[in-house]
């Protein structure tokens, strides 16, 4: 059993060496992000299964504190109000729930953030299509090969592994670094 840790291990590890090939990526979200904020456009966020945790956990370190004492900023993860989620998956479709919440809370100049390891989630390319139609920007973290969300996307972040766990550890370092860069940004002198 040790030597299978060891192997997870060490494949996580090399996922993200990988992902330092993605850093002109990654710094042209925490641009985009800095940018919008600065302009007080707020930050959206969507996934699904573990995705939607890491939406919504990232949703908070925007509106808390990452690693900074600093005033909230805005961001709302789509994955939350399961309320919204269940009416509108009842009455129009699951395809549509992070669709219509767009619809219904973006602005122009916002930034959409749209996790997918598959990248074939039919109610996040719904969304990201949505985005484009309401001149919000759109931010993919993927994985695999980017599936159907492939060229969706202002900035595209593809961690390069068909490895599902993988993706996801990659992605939250992603945000992670998004975060702490955007607090640097706003807030450092």
């Given at each position: 059993m040790q030597n299978k840790i060891k192997s997870m291990i060490e494949e996580s590890i090399e996922t993200k060496r990988l992902?330092?090939?993605l850093s002109p990526q990654i710094e042209k979200a925490v641009q985009l992000v800095t940018n919008a904020l600065k302009?007080?456009?707020?930050?959206?966020?969507?996934?699904?299964?573990g995705s939607s945790s890491?939406?919504?956990?990232?949703?908070?370190e925007f509106v808390g504190r990452y690693k900074i004492e600093r005033k909230g900023l805005p961001a709302?993860?789509?994955?939350?109000?399961?309320?919204a989620i269940t009416a509108i998956g009842n009455d129009y479709g699951f395809d549509t729930i992070f669709e219509r919440q767009l619809g219904a809370l973006a602005?122009?100049?916002?930034?959409?953030?749209?996790l997918s390891t598959s990248g074939n989630s039919e109610n996040l390319i719904k969304a990201a299509e949505a985005s484009k139609k309401l001149n919000v920007h759109v931010i993919g973290l993927l994985g695999k090969d980017g599936g159907k969300m492939k060229n969706t996307?202002?900035?595209?972040i593809l961690v390069p592994s068909d490895n599902t766990p993988r993706i996801q550890e990659a992605h939250l370092m992603i945000l992670h670094i998004i975060c702490e860069l955007v607090e640097k940004e706003l807030f450092e002198k």
């Open positions: 992902v330092q090939e302009g007080n456009k707020k930050i959206l966020l969507a996934g699904n299964g890491q939406a919504s956990h990232i949703a908070a709302i993860a789509l994955t939350t109000d399961l309320a602005n122009e100049g916002d930034v959409f953030i749209a996307s202002d900035i595209e």
